[in-house]
């Protein structure tokens, strides 16, 4: 069965960078693009952008436009976040997500969530 | 603030149908079929229950439908019972500026 696996929580200092990961199994990882999308202490979700693990591509969404990086590691099946310049409002649960096997817009298969705390 | 347009909250007694509207704009829902909808319970992970507008993924019950008209979106749950009591929440592709998606503010769903 399809499963997201993610890294632990982490406590950072503001101006600090963070990197998490989730592990993919159960089914072909260069198959599907993966999401991440990250949700604030009692807020709605919020997109943060898709990489496609089979070259690579990423597609960021403008609020994080140079301070996220997404990559993957194809060997593992695995696809790393990377949020740098952290601040106090980033604190939150960040999730992967593997879209539906009908297209590339959902999200289907969902980690358990990174919860990411920001503090001096 | 959210760029699609969710009530905070709604409630319906068990047995009952609720409907919640999700409201964007031409570029977004009304651009695109690509309309989905999450269930989250809390300190869970969002769970999608509906997909491209009016679909459902496999598993999901048949008390949840989807649809569309014009830029706005709707989630309609028949039968209410307990367990959908959670958060909803919307969401659309666009290709406004550049390719996105977009998320509802969230919708609490109190079953009384």
């Known amino acids: 069965q399809v499963q997201l696996v993610q890294s632990g929580a982490e406590v950072k200092k503001p101006g600090a960078s963070v990197k998490i990961s989730c592990k993919a199994s159960g089914y072909t990882f260069t198959g599907y693009y993966l999401n991440w999308v990250r949700q604030a202490p009692g807020q709605g979700l919020e997109w943060m952008g898709t990489i496609n693990p089979t070259g690579g591509y990423t597609n960021y969404a403008q609020n994080f436009q140079g301070r996220v990086t997404m990559t993957r590691d194809t060997s593992t099946g695995t696809v790393y976040l990377e949020l740098s310049s952290l601040r106090s409002q980033d604190t939150a649960v960040y999730y992967c997500?593997?879209?539906?096997?009908?297209?590339?817009?959902?999200?289907?298969?969902w980690g358990q969530g990174t919860l990411v705390t920001v503090s001096s | 603030q959210s760029v699609l347009t969710q009530p905070a909250s709604v409630s319906g007694s068990p047995g009952q149908p609720i409907t919640i509207s999700c409201i964007g704009t031409s570029r977004d829902i009304g651009a695109y079929d690509y309309v989905s909808w999450y269930q989250q319970h809390p300190g869970k992970a969002p769970k999608l229950i509906i997909y491209e507008v009016s679909n459902r993924p496999s598993g999901v019950s048949n008390r949840f439908s989807g649809s569309k008209s014009g830029n706005t979106a709707s989630l309609t749950i028949s039968g209410l019972q307990a367990e959908d009591e959670a958060d909803y929440y919307c969401s659309s592709y666009t290709t406004y500026r550049r390719s996105s998606t977009l998320f509802g503010g969230g919708t609490k769903l109190t079953v009384l």
């Open positions: 997500a593997r879209v539906g096997s009908w297209g590339a817009y959902d999200s289907e298969y």
